[in-house]
């Protein structure tokens, strides 16, 4: 699977829309981008995921460059809710090993 | 309710002694994974299962034991507990046509 880049942290306004940017230059062609998100001492919950089209759902838009090596999740209008640990992963679909790696993600905090 | 849930949420035991955590999903899903969390290293899979009676290592897979006997149910034993396998254990889930996983509450294990 792909190695990501994600900034540690980032602080956005309550209300604004918070864009976190991930890296992932050595993508292949049949690997997805996917998001998830962890809040304080609570599972991590999935968020959104493409392979190269732009996305969106009732959650977050995914907005992937055309080159595919890169990625933004956009929150439109975060909320004190959305402050939590940000993780990008790409992985491809089938295969053996079937688990998800997360790296240290970007841990964003909205603020009031 | 549905979703997938774990129990027990929390637990202390003794270095030496055999405890198991149990992991439970009511969507039916084909796939099931354990990971645990560590400060300083993110989610760690340990095992995972394609289906009832198949299961597979994953990165951290020594000191666990898994089964799978029945579709929603995936206990992982730790046959002799130590100290480094404290930390905080997560099940996920998730079906065979698509590949985000869905994650329970999550289980803090002490090993003292």
């Known amino acids: 699977d792909a190695k990501t880049t994600q900034p540690p942290s980032m602080d956005c306004a309550e209300g604004r829309a918070a864009n976190l940017p991930c890296n992932h230059s050595?993508?292949?062609?049949?690997?997805?981008v996917y998001w998830y998100r962890q809040i304080h001492s609570q599972g991590p919950q999935y968020i959104i995921h493409g392979l190269k089209n732009n996305e969106t759902n009732e959650m977050a838009s995914l907005i992937i460059t055309e080159d595919r090596k890169s990625s933004t999740l956009i929150l439109p209008h975060a909320t004190l809710r959305d402050t939590a640990v940000y993780y990008c992963i790409v992985k491809a679909r089938g295969g053996g090993a079937d688990g998800l790696t997360f790296g240290k993600g970007t841990h964003l905090i909205i603020q009031p | 309710d549905a979703g997938i849930t774990q129990s027990p949420r929390y637990k202390i035991t003794e270095t030496g002694r055999q405890v198991t955590l149990m992991c439970h999903q009511t969507?039916?899903?084909?796939?099931m994974f354990w990971y645990r969390q560590d400060l300083g290293h993110g989610l760690r899979l340990i095992y995972y299962s394609a289906a009832a009676d198949i299961t597979d290592k994953g990165e951290v897979p020594d000191g666990y034991v898994v089964s799978r006997s029945k579709t929603e149910n995936f206990p992982l034993t730790l046959e002799s507990a130590t100290r480094s396998q404290t930390s905080v254990y997560f099940c996920?889930?998730?079906?065979?046509?698509?590949?985000?996983?869905?994650f329970g509450p999550g289980t803090r294990l002490t090993v003292t």
């Open positions: 996920a889930s998730r079906d065979t046509t698509n590949y985000e996983q869905y």
């Open positions: 050595t993508i292949s062609g049949n690997e997805y």
């Open positions: 969507w039916s899903h084909s796939y």
